[in-house]
Structures are given as C-alpha cells and as structure tokens.
C-alpha cells in the first residue's frame, strides 16, 4: 500500500517505567511531481522528475496500459543537470508505447503514492518492410485511386507516395498519408493521361523504408 513501510526508529523514555520506547515513522514522502520523457542521442528514453523532500531512491514502474497492471523495473537516485531526477530505460521493446510512473522512497523505506503516468516509445533503429500489395485503378472521373497493405510493424508513423508524372525529373513526393491510411487517390493526374507510383513507409524515428513494386496508373478522358 502506498505511503505504508519499514520505519525509522526513535527512541523515548516511557513516563511511568522510565523504559525506552520505539516510536516508528509511517509518513511517506510526497508523490514525485513533472515526470517528462525525452528520447535521447541513442534512441533511448531519458525520464526526468521533481525530487521529492525526504526522499533516498526512486521506484520506476511500466505498464503496458495507461491504467496498469503496473511492474517495477528499476530503482534510481540519479540527478540530471538541473537538479531533476534521472532515469534511462533501455530495455522496453522497441516501437511499442509503454507508460511509466515513479514513487519516492524514504530511509525508513515509506514510499509514497505514485506520480502522474506519462507514456514513451523507444524507437525503432531499423527501417521498416516495403509496403506490399501497391495497385492503381482508375476511379471515376475522380483520378487515380492507389491502394496498398498495412505494415505489420507498430512504430510505422506514415506513408509516402511518389510518383513520376513525366516531368523528366524522376520520381517525386506526391503525399504523405498518415498510419492507418493505407490509400490514396490522386486527382491532380489529367483525364486521358497516367503516371508511375510507389510508396515507403516511415517509422517513428523517421527512418525510411524501400520502395514498394512500381505500378501504373491511367485515368482515360
């Protein structure tokens, strides 16, 4: 139970029986407060929080919920520049959002209730898979409908469409769809005309994947 733990013992002298007494500390500290996450030059989250008055170490707690079960992964009493208190998780698995909250400690080993639970993501080092399955129809009098698979992988963030439209430039970024979007329609490609289309796929850290098969596109008069 929070604010619940060993305790500190002082000692007193009973009135009656001039014996000495034990009088135990039950106060826990006060929760930590400003618990923020940053990804850091090695693609790894640095925590950061408040210390709390009376507090000797810090418990990190990670869940893969917002609202638990959570477990306990570490124990700190690190500080940063500035004062704050420190803490680098390296070992959640890349691409997947976890949330974390933080409890204060004391010498008598109270802890305190838990901070506010704040969520954080290492990202993926490695690019994500082409995107598969890319087709191009005509669609109406609207344009040129691109369709293609989901990613399988959770950090994708986006998609980018590019497309060659005969400009003798190559191909060129024609949009950016968000996760979740796996389509497409372009209605700026002229009736009677067509273009060549491919897409790759960005993943949190915004490395880019390779392209996916090249289609073609027609959308007649």
């Known amino acids: 139970m929070w604010g619940k733990g060993l305790?500190?013992?002082?000692?007193?002298c009973h009135p009656a029986s001039g014996t000495s007494v034990v009088s135990k500390d039950h106060t826990a500290p006060t929760a930590p407060t400003g618990l923020a996450v940053t990804v850091n030059q090695s693609q790894d989250l640095d925590f950061t929080w408040n210390p709390s008055v009376g507090a000797?170490?810090?418990d990190v707690y990670r869940a893969e919920r917002a609202d638990g079960p959570f477990?306990?992964?570490?124990?700190?009493?690190?500080?940063?520049?500035?004062?704050?208190?420190?803490y680098e998780d390296m070992t959640s698995q890349r691409g997947y959002t976890y949330w974390y909250r933080v409890t204060?400690?004391?010498?008598a080993a109270n802890?305190?209730?838990?901070?506010?639970?704040?969520?954080?993501?290492?990202?993926?080092?490695?690019?994500?898979?082409?995107?598969?399955?890319?087709?191009?129809?005509?669609?109406?009098?609207?344009?040129?409908?691109l369709d293609w698979a989901d990613n399988s992988e959770p950090d994708v963030r986006e998609y980018r469409t590019d497309h060659f439209a005969n400009t003798g430039t190559g191909f060129g970024?024609?949009?950016?769809?968000?996760?979740?979007?796996?389509?497409?329609l372009d209605t700026a490609v002229n009736p009677g005309s067509g273009d060549y289309y491919?897409?790759?796929?960005?993943?949190?850290?915004?490395?880019?994947?390779?392209?996916s098969t090249v289609v073609e596109g027609f959308h007649p008069s």
Do not use: F
């Open 104 to 107: 204060a400690v004391d010498a």
């Open 71 to 86: 477990s306990k992964v570490a124990e700190t009493s690190s500080t940063s520049t500035g004062g704050r208190i420190l």
């Open 198 to 211: 491919y897409v790759t796929a960005l993943n949190s850290s915004g490395t880019e994947s390779g392209p």
């Open 111 to 145: 802890q305190s209730a838990p901070s506010t639970a704040v969520p954080g993501m290492r990202p993926s080092v490695n690019p994500a898979g082409r995107p598969q399955g890319l087709t191009a129809t005509n669609d109406r009098h609207d344009g040129i409908a």
């Open 56 to 58: 000797v170490s810090y």
């Open 173 to 184: 970024l024609l949009a950016t769809v968000p996760k979740g979007t796996s389509e497409y």
């Open 7 to 12: 305790a500190d013992s002082l000692t007193a």
